[in-house]
């Protein structure tokens, strides 16, 4: 599987980092603004929104795309100056409030509405007088006066994180929403399991093997395919080969000549994974024994 975009990493990464407060409670005085990430940036106690995203960059390894600032107003003249300031939203842009009051990390947008996620805030609803105190995710309504605008990064892999600016510098083209959401977990399976012993299979003949829609551990009589599948036999006393053919929607594809018996050992066949293939026909020039095999997912 390739690696994923660096702006993907990016928003993956702040997307895992727990919604709550991060912040100490001091009677008399309110929140203090001590947190991890004040302690990762080497500067606690003061207001720690930029902090919290300057280490959202360097825990990726990608701090050196934005300043090192804890001032919102040095990260929107730094954008300015560089020509990464845009009046459009794009995923992992930092977006700038109220000139110089706040700032978040854009996690997606469409038409009307920016999602963002971000340090020294409070939770959707709740007020403090201001002060802020842990990370949590917001909405905006994007032609609101308070979202100024955007510092665009230029991440280091040149790839442009889906960006509703029509003429972004960096080259993407724009989309009308995106929003994200978790990646798709890659299947996990359970170790290989025997699901069919084949009849002995006699040289000289077609024998033909149904494999989709076919029986597993978890759908018996069949359905749809629950995790790769290989189709192994082995020759019965004595070398030869074996002219395998499989069929497809299209008709059968052309036979495929495989050596089996005692020099060659088992000869495994990996099925498409994508159930595309319903029957394997073996057609080998000394008697075979079989079996269908294949891992489950968890």
Known sequence: MPNPPDWRRLVDHVASVPERVYEHWVPGVGWDNETQFGAEYGWNGVPWCAIFEWCMFHDVGMDAIVPK???????????????????????????????????????GFDPDIVHTKGGNSVQAGATDNGQGNGVWSHQHARRDAYVTGYLAPRFPDG????????????????????????????????????????????????????VEPAGTETAPVG???????????????????????????????????????????????SLPSDGS??????????????????????
């Open 223 to 269: 359905g749809a395919r629950n995790g790769p599948m290989w189709l192994c036999v082995s020759a019965l006393g004595t070398d030869g080969n074996v002219a395998v053919s499989m069929r497809t929607n299209g008709g059968w594809g052309a036979p495929v000549e495989h050596a089996v018996g005692a020099a060659t050992g088992k000869l495994v066949l």
């Open 69 to 107: 600032t804890a001032a919102v107003a040095e990260l929107a003249s730094w954008a300015q100056a560089h020509g990464q300031w845009s009046e459009y939203p794009s995923v992992g842009a930092l977006t700038i409030f109220g000139g110089d009051v706040h700032t978040e990390i854009v996690m």
């Open 277 to 298: 293939v319903d029957v394997v026909r073996l057609r080998p020039t000394v008697p075979l024994q079989g079996y269908v095999t294949g891992r489950q997912p968890v």
């Open 159 to 210: 790839v442009c994180p889906p960006t509703a600016d029509p003429a972004d510098p960096r080259g993407g083209a724009a989309v009308a929403s995106w929003l994200w959401s978790a990646p798709a977990a890659a299947a996990a399976y359970v170790g290989e399991t025997v699901l069919a012993y084949l009849p002995p299979m006699p040289a000289g003949a077609d024998t033909d093997v149904p």
